[in-house]
């Protein structure tokens, strides 16, 4: 049976409303990333930073799971499915897919500025300046920020050798060491990239581009992966 591993961006939440970095409506357009997500903005400007990603937890509380979300969780239920994906969102999850690792973080839960571990529910689901953890230091999101180091790189590097077929889904592939997950891949992978922008791939073996959007890309490739496992083993 093929294990596939799909690594997913911000594009694959476009469709549910949620905004992408670095397209001309995106994140990175409204901020900039040194006021908002690297540790010297949260040493400078705390407040700023906690408005930000509150921001975006709420935005994410009111959007829903698309098409693409959802066709990963039916790919799933033909043959072993993980997803790696760099969104803090948690709509993976809400889709119903049961292996999702979070390479930079998730605005769900909350940690120390200082202490890794443990993470928490945010109450009210919000951070204000002044809300401490059990050990008395001030909460901050469970975020990689710019600049940090991305502890989930090696499990997801991992997941990727072990891939047959790897779909990667609306990343523009410009923030490492994410980007340099897809060399992870073994040579025969099938490597599939689904998003409407042109990329510069030409250093990543076979990747078959399909120029599309994920909510009618992904259900339209996991349909064609799913008939041809089950007429492979017909
Ligand atoms: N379907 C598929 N892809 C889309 C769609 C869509 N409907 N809309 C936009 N895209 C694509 C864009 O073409 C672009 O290639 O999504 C990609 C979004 O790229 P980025 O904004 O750079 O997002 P991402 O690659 O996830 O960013 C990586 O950067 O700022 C950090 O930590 C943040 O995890 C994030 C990381």
């Not at 409303?17 to 001309?24: A, E, M, P, V």
């Not at 410009?174 to 250093?203: F, W």
Request: hydrophobic share 40%; aromatic share 6%.
């Amino acid at each position: 049976m093929p294990r596939v591993v799909v690594f997913s961006g911000a594009g694959i939440s476009a469709e549910s409303g949620l905004k992408t970095f670095r397209d001309s409506d995106g994140l990175w357009e409204e901020y900039s990333i040194m006021d908002v997500a690297t540790p010297e903005a949260w040493k400078r400007d705390p407040e700023l930073v906690l408005r930000f990603y509150n921001e975006r937890r709420k935005q994410m509380r009111q959007a829903l799971p698309n098409p693409a979300h959802f066709a990963i969780v039916k790919l799933a239920s033909h043959m072993p499915v993980d997803v790696i994906t760099q969104n803090v969102d948690d709509l993976h999850e809400r889709a119903g897919s049961a292996s999702v690792l979070h390479l930079h973080g998730e605005l769900a839960k909350v940690r120390s500025e200082i202490y890794p571990e443990p993470l928490y529910d945010p109450v009210n689901d919000v951070i204000n300046l002044g809300d401490l953890c059990e050990r008395g230091t001030q909460l901050r999101p469970h975020v990689v920020w710019f600049g940090e180091s991305v502890p989930m790189i090696e499990p997801a590097s991992q997941l990727v050798s072990q891939a047959d077929i790897l779909i990667i889904v609306g990343t523009s592939l410009n923030v490492y060491p994410a980007a340099g997950l897809v060399h992870s891949a073994p040579y025969g992978c099938r490597k599939i990239l689904i998003d409407p922008a042109e990329h510069n791939t030409g250093n990543v073996f076979r990747l078959q581009h399909i120029r599309e959007n994920a909510g009618t890309g992904l259900p339209r490739i996991v349909d064609e992966l799913i008939a041809g496992f089950i007429s492979e083993n017909a």
